[in-house]
């Protein structure tokens, strides 16, 4: 068992009893190096700092400390963007026990008088800084967990670029220690100093109107995609998702993903939900890429390759969208990867691929649609409906497993 020991800003004096009973007969302490140098010298413990890059040395590590009774030290809640999130994936949960401290985003929340249910936390802590744009809305209290000097600075420029320039950014450094600071500032006015290490950013946000806030409901507007014309329309978007049903932590894959609208809105619903698409044309797929970026889903995968080839590298779907290519071949391989309650949405526009999901209706049942979208356009003087292309919707659900029956990792 290896314990995972949360500490504060005040050192060895911030344990508990039964945590500093840990540290004091533990054979090996690994941590960084602030937190070992808060620990006295004692014979025979030795004190490890963890290696760079962390994850790609830890596994080795642990091997070589395996037997021993060995504590981990870590900053506040170490289960907060932390250390023992890290060892219980490698170790598994019944290797690791943790004894968490405060943690930074409960002092922050203390410095901010933001109750826990009228904020949000967004770790950007190894992650892509364009992840807070999905986290963006007015009245959006945000504690953000960062890494690096100049990410206030980041964080300012991005929130100038989404229209929240006027959002008030507070930086917290070294919560909860003698050098606790703070600076606070308007996104479009920030000139604060470099960040200290040890810091959080919290984010009120306020559109100043030159941007309009971007729901999470499916059916975004059209115009926030960059597109070449393929791309699925507001209207057929949003009766595609009802039927995809995203569920926090699902598996989707967006294939024929053109602009990549369908995905992107998939992924915005949770952001533990994991996005794989595939595009053969090279310019769309660096297209659904960008679309993805600006969108405030940087971790969306898009696969250059057709989709046949594609559904090859990536993990089993709990929901699958195809929006252009659809085969027989294509949609039973899809069905056999499919786990069991999947949905799965196909749309077609040729009479061709309309007469493949009249067989698969047959074949798999579920629900088949003709959506017909018309639009009021000028008509000479007047103003007349223009139909779009008709589009037969199939949607459909993999039976669910049967009682007993456990969902296999992807």
């Not at 936390?121 to 800084?129: A, C, E, F, S, W």
Request: with cysteine.
């Amino acid at each position: 068992m290896i314990e995972v020991i949360g500490i504060g800003a005040g050192g060895t004096a911030s344990l508990g009893p039964d945590e500093r009973r840990l540290v004091e007969r533990a054979e090996v302490v690994l941590g960084g190096e602030r937190h070992l140098a808060m620990l006295d010298d004692a014979a025979g413990r030795e004190l490890i700092p963890w290696p760079s890059p962390l994850r790609s040395h830890l596994p080795r590590l642990l091997q070589r400390v395996s037997g021993r009774r060995a504590v981990v030290l870590a900053s506040g809640d170490p289960m907060v963007s932390g250390i023992a999130s890290t060892m219980i994936e490698l170790l598994g949960p019944e290797a690791v026990r943790v004894h968490p401290h405060v943690s930074s985003v409960a002092l922050a929340r203390a410095r901010m008088r933001w109750s826990s249910e009228d904020c949000e936390t967004v770790t950007l802590v190894g992650r892509d800084h364009d992840r807070l744009r999905r986290h963006l809305a007015p009245r959006a209290r945000l504690v953000v967990l960062t890494h690096g000097a100049d990410a206030p600075t980041r964080l300012a420029e991005l929130l100038v670029e989404e229209g929240y320039g006027e959002s008030i950014l507070t930086v917290l450094g070294d919560l909860g220690g003698v050098d606790e600071s703070r600076h606070d500032a308007a996104a479009a006015r920030w000139d604060g100093p470099p960040a200290p290490r040890l810091h959080l950013v919290c984010i009120e946000c306020r559109l100043d109107g030159t941007r309009t806030a971007r729901s999470l409901v499916p059916g975004l507007p059209d115009d926030v995609y960059d597109s070449d014309g393929q791309l699925t329309r507001r209207i057929l978007r949003a009766a595609a998702l009802a039927h995809l049903a995203p569920t926090p932590g699902d598996v989707m894959w967006d294939l024929g993903a053109g602009a990549g609208s369908i995905g992107i809105e998939f992924a915005r619903q949770d952001p533990r939900n994991r996005v794989y698409a595939a595009e053969r044309v090279a310019a769309r797929a660096a297209r659904a890429r960008s679309n993805a970026r600006a969108l405030g889903v940087p971790g969306l995968v898009v696969l250059e390759a057709p989709s046949v080839d594609a559904i090859k590298e990536f993990p089993s779907p709990d929901a699958v969208f195809v929006g252009g290519g659809a085969t027989e071949e294509l949609l039973e391989r899809v069905w056999e990867r499919l786990t069991p309650g999947g949905r799965l949405v196909v749309h077609a526009v040729t009479l061709e691929t309309e007469a493949l999901l009249h067989a698969m209706h047959r074949r798999r049942g579920g629900s088949l649609t003709r959506l017909a979208v018309e639009d009021a356009q000028p008509l000479g003087r007047s103003t007349g409906w223009a139909p779009r292309r008709a589009v037969i919707q199939w949607a459909a659900a993999k039976p669910a497993a049967r009682q007993g029956h456990r969902k296999e990792p992807s």
